[in-house]
């Protein structure tokens, strides 16, 4: 048996949510009204030989997680990450998983961070291609005059993440 994917619909807050687990972690999430080729284009050009499977561990893990994090109750992930990318996009999502719960950084800081200070553009572009979002939190990386940027799943989700992960932990609300 090749490689296997499991996939789940998750509810929340800033809605639906399609969370797609191999056996090695989670590989996908997918916002709503996000864009590009979608989720079903993103798995079969990235995972075009998996055998779809009937739930797996790391997509149960992720999803409880995620609704803890929406309700307020976890600030920080430990399912395990299937990440598919370039060398380089891996290393901007490795930055980003360190930026902590309820700050920001901005695209120059994480191009320092990832040892490329030129380089801030294509860390907005490794960012935009992150397939996890909120588990690697993208809506932490804003432009460096504070502006937000753009975000995946619009910018309206970005602010309200932004602004319930400065509420008190357990005391903010997304809806």
């Keep these: 048996m090749g490689e ?17 687990a191999t056996s090695g972690g989670i590989v ?3 916002l709503p009204r996000s864009g ?3 989720f079903r284009g993103w798995l079969e050009r990235v995972l075009p030989d998996a055998e779809p499977v009937e739930g797996l561990p790391t997509l149960e893990v992720a999803c409880r997680e995620l609704q803890q994090y929406f309700a307020g109750r976890r600030q ?16 901007v999502w490795r930055a980003i998983a360190e930026v902590p719960y309820g700050e920001t950084r901005s695209y120059a800081e994480l191009a320092r961070r990832v040892k490329r200070p030129s380089a801030y553009r294509a860390v907005g572009a490794a960012n935009g ?3 996890v979002p909120v588990i690697i939190p993208c809506h932490r990386v804003i432009a460096s005059d504070g502006k937000l940027g753009g975000y995946g799943g619009g910018l309206e989700t970005k602010r309200r993440l932004l602004a319930f992960e400065k509420t008190a932990p357990g005391q903010g609300t997304l809806l």
């Design 4 to 20: 296997v994917v499991a996939i789940s619909v998750l509810e929340s807050p800033i809605g639906r949510l399609r969370v797609a």
């Design 28 to 30: 996908l999430i997918a």
């Design 36 to 38: 590009g080729t979608g």
């Design 76 to 91: 920080e992930f430990t399912v395990p990450l299937d990440l598919r990318g370039t060398r380089f996009q891996l290393s």
């Design 129 to 131: 291609a992150n397939p």
